[in-house]
């Protein structure tokens, strides 16, 4: 069993920036690729950014290429979400993911996942 905790979000006005972070425990010499999924209200969760285990490939949702970074620290089994240039629009619940079993794309790819922290962006 793996546990996720994410921590970080917050109310932030468009613009601005956030760093979520989600701290992983248990067997955690299980966890390959660590993603960020987001749900926003009455719409699907969707994929945001994954990273491999040693953090050699990322992957990003177009939405949010070139103002969101994922990183790792194994060290510590977190993975991070650096979030800047915030819209409106990325206001969701994140959600973190972890121990791939399917595509890294696609929310029935994760085996494990935390149990959400809000993203609200004001315009």
């Known amino acids: 069993q793996v546990q996720l905790v994410e921590s970080g979000g917050g109310l932030v006005q468009a613009g601005g920036s956030l760093r979520l972070s989600c701290a992983a425990s248990?067997?955690?010499?299980?966890?390959?690729?660590m993603g960020w999924f987001r749900q926003a209200p009455g719409k699907e969760r969707e994929f945001v950014a994954a990273s491999t285990r040693n953090g050699a490939s990322t992957y990003y949702a177009d939405s949010v290429k070139g103002r969101f970074t994922i990183s790792r620290d194994n060290a510590k089994n977190t993975v991070y979400l650096q979030m800047n240039s915030l819209k409106s629009e990325d206001t969701a619940a994140y959600y973190c993911?972890?121990?791939?079993?399917?595509?890294?794309?696609?929310?029935?790819?994760?085996?494990?996942w935390g149990q959400g922290t809000q993203v609200t962006v004001s315009s």
């Open positions: 248990g067997r955690t010499i299980s966890v390959n690729t």
């Open positions: 993911a972890a121990v791939r079993i399917g595509s890294t794309y696609s929310s029935s790819g994760y085996q494990y």
